[in-house]
């Protein structure tokens, strides 16, 4: 499996492997081990919005439940995610063109369409269907090591949870 293979699946079902939103933390904890909670979950426990990181995945928490799913994405450096998420290895490197994110989805048969909210200047971003996973690309800086600085590269992958995402309510 590569990172492509992760980004692919998770833009196509909203899920990375096991995870997905509405599921309880204990269980994501339960697969994943211990995350590293954000500093303001240190300060107010039950806090919400606030994600728990697995090196570049994250999960943020609502209500004790996963809110949203992210990995981020250092373009010229190396991601690293969780074996639970990427087996074999623990860094990736992260480096992905636009152009090759949306080949791979079109080729997974995947359909997604420019999400206006977050197109602006040079950050361009796409929404996949049904899964409604949002891919964001940006232009790196002259200081980012880069093969082509001009051409828009993958920074974020993220999914929060939708109404029929959220869990049952306890009655």
Known sequence: ????????????????????????LTEAEDLLGPGRPHPAIRLIP?????PH????????????????????????????????V?????SYPSTVLREDLIAALDAADCR?????????????????HPANVCAVFFTRGRDD???????PYLGAIHK????????PTPS
């Open 86 to 90: 990427l087996p074999d290895s623990e």
């Open 53 to 84: 990181a697995w090196n570049d995945l994250e999960l943020s928490v609502t209500r004790r439940l996963v809110s949203g799913i992210s990995i981020g994405l250092r373009p010229g450096s190396t991601t690293k995610l969780p074996p639970l």
């Open 1 to 24: 499996m590569t990172l492509m293979n992760v980004l692919v699946d998770f833009a196509r079902t909203g899920r990375i492997g096991p995870l997905h939103c509405g599921m309880p």
């Open 145 to 151: 090591h880069v093969p082509h600085r001009e051409r």
């Open 112 to 128: 997604h369409d420019v999400n206006d909210r977050l197109t602006f200047g040079k950050q361009s971003s796409i929404l996949t």
């Open 160 to 167: 929060h949870a939708t109404t029929s995402d959220a869990a």
């Open 46 to 50: 039950d806090i919400d919005g606030y």
